[in-house]
Nanobody, 126 residues
Framework: QVQLVESGGGLVQAGGSLRLSCAAS????????MGWFRQAPGKGRESVAA????????NYADSVKGRFTISRDSAKNTVYLQMNSLKPEDTAVYFC???????????????????WGQGTQVTVSS
């Protein structure tokens, strides 16, 4: 069983920045592929950023390329999502996800992941 706990959400003005953190339990964090997803009201859950278990491969949604960065700190069992130049359309609940039996690939579908955090609200005001 893997537990994921997100933090760092909040209210920010357009153009501002936030950094989301996701702390993972488990002794084999380095074997997990990790992803960040978001879900806006009335919409489906979409992949925002994803990282392979080695961190060598990353994928970003077109809407966030150049603004968001995914990273991981294996010493802290934590994955981050740095969000810059935020826009009102980035408003959503953000979830981190872990795939525990992962090849060294990037996974972008919700069905690819085994464990999910509880979500953290990000609200960007105009």
């Amino acid at each position: 069983q893997v537990q994921l706990v997100e933090s760092g959400g909040g209210l920010v003005q357009a153009g501002g920045s936030l950094r989301l953190s996701c702390a993972a339990s488990g002794r084999t964090f380095d074997s997990y592929a990790m992803g960040w997803f978001r879900q806006a009201p009335g919409k489906g859950r979409e992949s925002v950023a994803a990282m392979s278990r080695s961190a060598a491969y990353k994928n970003y949604a077109d809407s966030v390329k150049g603004r968001f960065t995914i990273s991981r700190d294996s010493a802290k069992n934590t994955v981050y999502l740095q969000m810059n130049s935020l826009k009102p359309e980035d408003t959503a609940v953000y979830f981190c996800a872990a795939r525990v039996r992962a090849g060294n690939y990037v996974y972008t579908s919700t069905s690819d992941y085994d464990y999910w955090g509880q979500g953290t609200q990000v609200t960007v005001s105009s």
